[in-house]
């Protein structure tokens, strides 16, 4: 497991990076949540927007998780899709997982994302007091 650091006086428990997830690149910058191995950094679910989006939420539940929190912490989600017949697909997925979560959702179109495979994105932001 990665070490956690301390960042605007937050701990974070897993902190990822673009070196890691794109060693072909001279990038050091951080990541959203998407369709990826925590451990290996392999994509996938290649091809299929739900199971992508089962993926984001297995990531996010296990990091929410390692910071003593769980999904009905989350408030808020952007979700990013590269194609907008994508949406029922993945929306029905996290409201599946986020059912009486009730967070606030913002749903984006891109063009593309960081990976070519990479078919949905997501940000959440969860609070707990």
């Known amino acids: 497991m990665i070490e956690s650091v301390i960042v605007g006086g937050h701990r974070r ?4 990076n673009t070196a890691d997830t794109y060693p072909e690149q001279s ?5 959203c949540q998407v369709a990826q191995d ?19 939420m297995d990531n996010i539940e296990l990091l929410l998780g ?3 929190a ?33 967070p606030c959702f913002t749903g ?3 063009q593309a994302l960081a990976r070519p495979e990479w078919l949905v994105e997501v940000t959440a932001v969860a609070v707990k007091a």
């Open 70 to 102: 769980q999904l009905d912490h989350i408030v808020t989600c952007d979700v990013y899709l590269t194609d907008i017949r994508y949406r029922e697909a993945v929306y029905r997925v996290l409201g599946e997982r986020l059912r009486g979560v009730y």
């Open 38 to 56: 925590l451990e290996t950094r392999e994509s996938v679910a290649i091809g299929n927007p739900a199971g992508q989006a089962h993926k984001v």
């Open 27 to 31: 990038l050091s910058n951080d990541l």
């Open 108 to 110: 984006l179109v891109v």
């Open 13 to 16: 428990i897993r902190p990822f």
């Open 66 to 68: 390692e910071a003593g």
